[in-house]
């Protein structure tokens, strides 16, 4: 567990209020009282909340306590759908015949379900006044309007511009 937890002998106050195992509760009772039904039972005596007027106690296995709750964890990343970007860089001398064959990889990402990002590079001058590497991603996003979206609007990072696209919405059938 990533949090500090008070466990045992750690737990110093006079008196807490118990809760079992099962969910049964001791009641208020003294610190010491608590951890001796916890060994009683061969558990853990676990301070849950802290800061509640008395502080919550519980008897549990701590050690399958944590295992579970980092099962829990792994199976949300599993569950977390990844995003691959595929980055294509342009320039903007680019011929059309380029521009294309670039555009046809694109649309290949994208009806596998992959996010693509076209980058102008700006070379030299062409840094101060970027309106020819919008003029390149303009051309790209009307021959990818048809199968993807853009996120936003073309933006300037340092010496590149640069335009994310992602795969449109499929209406639910």
């Known amino acids: 567990m990533s949090k500090e937890v008070l466990l045992n002998e750690s737990i110093t106050y006079k008196e807490v209020r118990c809760i079992g195992d099962g969910g049964e509760q001791y009641g208020i009772i003294s ?6 039904i916890a060994r009683g039972k061969g558990l853990d005596l676990v301070l849950i909340s802290p800061t509640a007027k ?3 106690c519980k008897v549990m296995d ?3 306590f944590c295992y579970q709750a980092e099962k ?10 990844q995003i691959e970007i595929k ?5 903007t001398q680019i011929a059309q015949n380029d521009i294309n064959y670039k555009v046809k990889h694109a649309r290949e990402f994208i009806q596998e379900g992959k996010h693509v990002k076209f980058k102008v ?5 062409e840094s ?4 020819a590497g919008f003029a390149v991603l303009e ?3 009307a021959m990818m309007s048809d199968i993807a979206n853009a996120d936003k609007e073309p933006k300037t990072e340092g010496r590149f511009v640069m335009w994310l696209f992602v795969p449109q919405k499929k209406p639910n059938s």
């Open 31 to 36: 610190a010491n009282e608590a951890l001796r």
């Open 54 to 56: 008395p502080p919550v």
């Open 62 to 64: 701590y050690g399958k």
């Open 72 to 81: 829990k964890q792994k199976e949300a990343r599993k569950k977390q759908k």
């Open 87 to 91: 980055e294509i860089k342009l320039s």
């Open 121 to 125: 590079v700006l070379r030299g001058r």
């Open 128 to 131: 101060h006044d970027p309106k």
């Open 139 to 141: 051309k790209v996003g």
